[in-house]
């Protein structure tokens, strides 16, 4: 009876449909449901992009891209752009003329080294002139230099991969790993006792691994499919590699007025596809420390994973707190961190290519390994991004750790922690500047309200220091290394030389960067200035 009622009620409405439906013609009952479908999916596109960038960055896209279909505006913007790129080159691409595009007939044989050396003569004087880069003082024939170089020397021809013939370099990955976990909470009973790790070739790839890592650890324990992470503006350029490597969604959330996390805004931005959220110790562009106890706790209420990038504080954090200066928490004591990141190549005073990436427990580092059992050349696995690594860089990390222990440390960050002070000192003496936020370790930013910050680096540049230029604000930093621990007067006198420079003769200096900075910063179309980074490094590389 019910099945019949049920049958009755069908037919009814068929007949309803059928009756109204004839009212149209059958061209378009079939084209209505495809219109429909396009405009649903054009509105799906508009607010996912709308989502991802923002209403203002979205609406400026689309006035851009309909104002390149005028035609003419295209090929005006790319010989426009070409400009810009020849100039950020100097000499553009007549640098490249005479570089070498095929092998010689025959080999040069030991002259090669000669040759080698007449190259290197062409590098820029960089001892105690570059902000970051070098971070071992002296020169490279001696000291610390020679002692790695040697190091390096020595295990040239081996490769970690092959753990049955070099069983001396996995040794040392293994120690290297344990001793930077040390220095990193690990044998602190909060830790949880189950640290481990693996060396890379640097911090990013040691923050594309522990992202990659997250992401597939939370889909195992929560079935995350359509991953997001959260990290503050100041985070490490690293994270927006990892994000499109890895197909995750990125949230940059604002810093508050001390330049530090937003963990209120970080928190707002949470969702049930969120995986990780990021802190920095210190942050790259302003050398400030994020609130990482109060992320920690974060995390652990969400259920998420936290990441705390170390690559530039981590061999110089746990000796300045030895020290005595006010160092916040930051490693695996703090409960909530899942993975750190730190560089040896930097304050670890190793050879460039040495990163250690660390994780909470066994559990989440297996899902940073690949392996692969349907493979003809037999079963496969391999720990990170490289398959075949340099054991070189490895002993050299090793050799540089043990070289110097914790009283070379402890002795090396009391010198880079009084030369960071006197150049803060010395920038905040210089009144047309302004000190970004409150530095917690070796990293000195500043800004101006009255030059031009970025014709101060020209000037700068031109006196043969190497500074980084940034943005919001628009501010240069330095970076003090052992490099600098000489030369602080030097560096603060010709900063106050140039600043008086600009401020006596405002305006670009030729051959000068500061236009091109400065107009990149206030240019809304944020996609051009991405098309501007890549056809530079383009005709770079």
Not at 350 to 378: C, I, N
Not at 457 to 468: V, Y
Request: glycine share 8%; with cysteine.
């Amino acid at each position: 009876m019910e099945f019949r009622h049920i049958s009755s009620s069908l037919n009814r409405f068929r007949a309803s449909s059928n009756s109204y439906l004839s009212e149209f013609e059958p061209l378009a009952l079939l084209l209505i449901p495809l219109l429909t479908f396009f405009i649903a999916r054009l509105v799906q596109s508009v607010l996912a992009v709308v989502s991802e960038k923002g209403l203002k960055s979205a609406a400026v896209e689309l006035v851009m891209a309909s104002v390149k279909l005028v035609p003419g505006v295209q090929r005006y913007i790319d010989a426009e752009k070409q400009k810009v790129v020849d100039k950020l080159q100097g000499s553009g691409k007549s640098k490249r003329d005479g570089w070498r595009t095929e092998l010689p007939r025959v080999g040069l044989g030991g002259e090669v080294v000669d040759q080698m050396k007449d190259e290197k003569l062409k590098d820029v004087a960089w001892q105690g002139k570059c902000s970051g880069t070098v971070y071992i003082a002296g020169s490279e024939q001696e000291g610390h230099f020679s002692l790695i170089n040697e190091a390096c020397s020595m295990f040239a021809h081996t490769n970690p991969l092959h753990q049955d013939v070099f069983q001396s370099v996995v040794k040392f990955e293994t120690e290297v790993v344990a001793m930077t976990a040390a220095l990193l909470g690990s044998k602190e009973k909060a830790s949880g006792g189950q640290i481990c790790g693996n060396m890379t070739s640097g911090g990013t790839e040691s923050i594309l691994l522990a992202v990659k890592t997250s992401r597939d650890y939370m889909k195992t324990k929560k079935g995350i499919t359509n991953p997001e992470m959260i990290i503050p503006v100041s985070a490490h350029s690293a994270y927006d590699k990892a994000a499109q490597y890895f197909k995750i969604k990125l949230w940059r959330v604002p810093v508050d007025q001390d330049f530090k996390a937003d963990v209120k805004a970080i928190k707002r931005h949470i969702n049930r596809n969120t995986i990780l959220i990021v802190g920095s110790s210190p942050g790259f562009p302003h050398g400030i420390i994020d609130p990482i106890e109060e992320l920690g706790e974060l995390a652990s209420a969400c259920g998420i994973c936290l990441h705390v990038d170390l690559c530039l504080g981590g061999f110089v954090l746990p000796f300045a707190r030895k020290l005595g200066y006010p160092v916040p928490p930051f490693d695996f004591s703090v409960g909530g961190v899942t993975s750190i990141s730190v560089d040896v190549h930097k304050y670890g005073l190793a050879p460039k290519g040495t990163s250690v990436v660390l994780y909470k427990d066994h559990d989440m580092r297996k899902h940073q390994f690949v392996a692969v059992t349907e493979w003809t050349g037999g079963l496969y696995v391999s720990p990170t991004i490289a398959g075949s690594r340099p054991g070189a860089l490895v002993a050299g990390a090793w050799a540089a750790m043990m070289s110097l222990g914790l009283e070379g440390y402890l002795e090396n960050t009391r010198k880079i922690m009084e030369a960071s002070k006197r150049v803060e000192k010395g920038v905040r003496q210089i009144p047309e500047l302004f000190v970004i936020g409150r530095p917690d370790m070796t990293i000195v930013a500043f800004g101006s309200n009255s030059v031009d910050i970025f014709e101060v680096n020209d000037i700068m540049s031109s006196k043969g220091w190497h500074l980084n230029a940034l943005q919001r604000p628009n501010s240069i930093h330095i970076c003090v290394t052992l490099q600098h621990v000489n030369v602080t007067e030097e560096f603060i006198k010709d900063l106050t030389d140039s600043v008086q420079t600009v401020k006596a003769n405002p305006g670009p200096m030729k051959g000068g960067l500061a236009p091109i900075y400065g107009a990149a910063g206030k240019m809304p179309d944020r996609g051009m200035v991405k098309d501007l980074l890549v056809d530079f490094m383009d005709n770079s590389c």
